[in-house]
């Protein structure tokens, strides 16, 4: 994978975690209202702050898909596809693959969780007297919030009001998915954006006379799926890149001699 395609991918991550850190800032703001219940602070403990909070969720998704698709944008210009309408042809194909499947219903999952793991935070946060700004990056962090010394005591005190502090099972986000919302974010965005560039490099490469090409490993990360791509000379009809999500396999183009 060339360094531009790294870069691509990471600031497209860093961006996106920086727009749910942002996000959870603004909602931290927004209950600053109910400071003063400490410990005992919910959503519904204050009158109407639940529906601006769902106001302010719903803005965050549109912003994190906006930037998911600028991004995407830049990747097919960094792929090298110049025509008018190629940039819109490569979101079409991006979201009606399996990368874009669901793509509002993943960022407004994610937005949805950020809200929950966020009012745990704010009660212990209350509690604590902490800033808006360190309560946000606590929620924001890419750490299972139960395994952190502050959530295990405030479930061990089980005085808190937010639900999410007196299930003492624990808070279980589904296997394989990431606890973090804004992990997830970055993770389902990073995806989307490989795969627009993957697939602008292979219409390059259709463009420019390729009736195939071959998949290069782009770490040394052990893969089998990815190992399992390599070797054999693909149709450039057929896209199997990316293979999974932070995949940074790459594709070399196969030409008639």
Excluded at 8 to 35: F, P, Y
Excluded at 115 to 129: M, N, P, R, S, V
């Amino acid at each position: 994978m060339d360094n531009g395609a790294i870069i691509l991918l990471a600031g497209t991550e860093k961006a996106l975690r920086r727009l749910v850190k942002d996000g959870a800032l603004d909602i931290a703001r927004l209950c600053e209202k109910g400071r003063r219940l400490g410990r005992r602070f919910t959503y519904a403990a204050v009158a109407g702050l639940d529906a601006e909070i769902n106001r302010a969720l719903v803005a965050l998704s549109d912003r994190c898909m906006e930037k998911t698709s600028e991004m995407m944008r830049s990747a097919a210009r960094a792929a090298g596809l110049e025509e008018a309408d190629d940039e819109d042809s490569v979101l079409a194909w991006v979201r009606a693959s399996r990368w874009g499947e669901n793509e509002r219903e993943r960022s407004d999952s994610y937005c949805s969780h950020l809200k929950y793991i966020l009012e745990g935070w704010l009660a212990i946060g209350f509690a604590k007297d902490w800033s808006a700004a360190l309560i946000a990056e606590k929620a924001a962090s890419d750490l299972n919030p139960y395994l952190t010394p502050e959530w295990k005591a405030a479930v061990r005190e089980g005085d808190y009001g937010p639900e999410i502090l007196t299930e003492r099972g624990g808070y279980r986000w589904g296997r394989g998915t990431p606890v973090s919302p804004a992990k997830g974010v970055a993770l389902g965005a990073g995806a989307m954006v490989t795969a627009a560039l993957r697939h602008s490099e292979l219409v390059r490469y259709g463009r420019l006379g390729a009736v195939g090409y071959r998949v290069r490993r782009g770490s040394n990360y052990p893969c089998a799926l990815c190992d399992s791509l390599c070797g054999i000379t693909w149709p450039i009809s057929m896209e199997v890149l990316p293979a999974h999500p932070h995949c940074v396999c790459y594709a070399e183009p196969v030409y008639y001699e």
